[in-house]
């Protein structure tokens, strides 16, 4: 729902930074959240955005443009348990939430 | 804190078969979300409840899904009969109110052979 598109899969190096990108329909938008899921396991919540802007956490950032109904996820000091699908969501209208179908991030080494 | 809790974690059932999945939402949450997720069609909403009451189940794939919400620390999600093409993981999660972060379980394997 609401053409929440994103990556489908991304390769990058130990130590390097990769920046994983999601846009979304901006009618009813109320904000953007990130979602780490390793296989087999559940997503775990990374980042929640509502005004435009950068949010830092550690290692992570995730970016938001409101007007250009555009996300990204900033990953630095890439590590290998960083491997791991990353779900981009949208909430809408205060009463709906949609998922991305995920962006499959491989680091090597 | 308890996150949320859900059971079995893995299921194995034959076509036909009754299914009843159960989640215990985080204490104090007040939205409660049942998804599945495949590798075809990635994590989907079925329905999700506010204050116990259903709000939105037009992801519920047919009338073989059910899903209730008796009491705002426990739901079930019911296939009957249950088929093939029903085997995944379903996860159920839980907010404080609609839109905020969702926390989710850890997720029901189903595998219906």
């Known amino acids: 729902g609401q053409n929440i598109d994103q990556p489908t899969e991304m390769t990058a190096t130990e130590g390097a930074i990769v920046q994983i990108n999601c846009t979304y329909q901006t009618s009813g938008f109320n904000g953007l959240f990130w979602y780490q899921q390793h296989a087999g396991e559940a997503p775990t919540f990374l980042s929640y955005n509502v005004l435009d802007g950068l949010e830092e956490k550690g290692r992570f950032s995730s970016f938001l443009s409101r007007s250009k109904g555009y996300s990204y996820l900033l990953l630095k000091e890439l590590q290998m348990k960083d491997s791991a699908s990353y779900l981009c969501?949208?909430?809408?209208?205060?009463?709906?939430?949609?998922f991305g179908s995920g962006t499959k991030l491989n680091v090597k080494p | 804190d308890a996150g949320v809790i859900q059971s079995p974690r893995h299921e194995v059932t034959e076509m036909g078969q009754e299914v009843t999945l159960r989640c215990k939402p985080i204490?104090?949450?007040?939205?409660l979300f049942w998804y599945r997720q495949t590798m075809m069609r990635g994590l989907e909403l079925l329905i999700y409840f506010n204050n116990n009451v259903p709000i939105d189940d037009s992801g519920m794939p047919e009338d073989r899904f059910s899903a209730k919400m008796p009491n705002a620390s426990f739901s079930t999600l019911k296939i009957q009969p249950s088929e093939p093409r029903d085997s995944a993981v379903y996860f159920c999660a839980s907010s404080f109110f609609p839109g905020n972060t969702i926390y989710f379980g850890e997720g029901s394997w189903l595998t219906v052979v």
């Open positions: 204490s104090g949450h007040n939205s």
């Open positions: 969501a949208a909430a809408y209208n205060f009463n709906k939430f949609y």
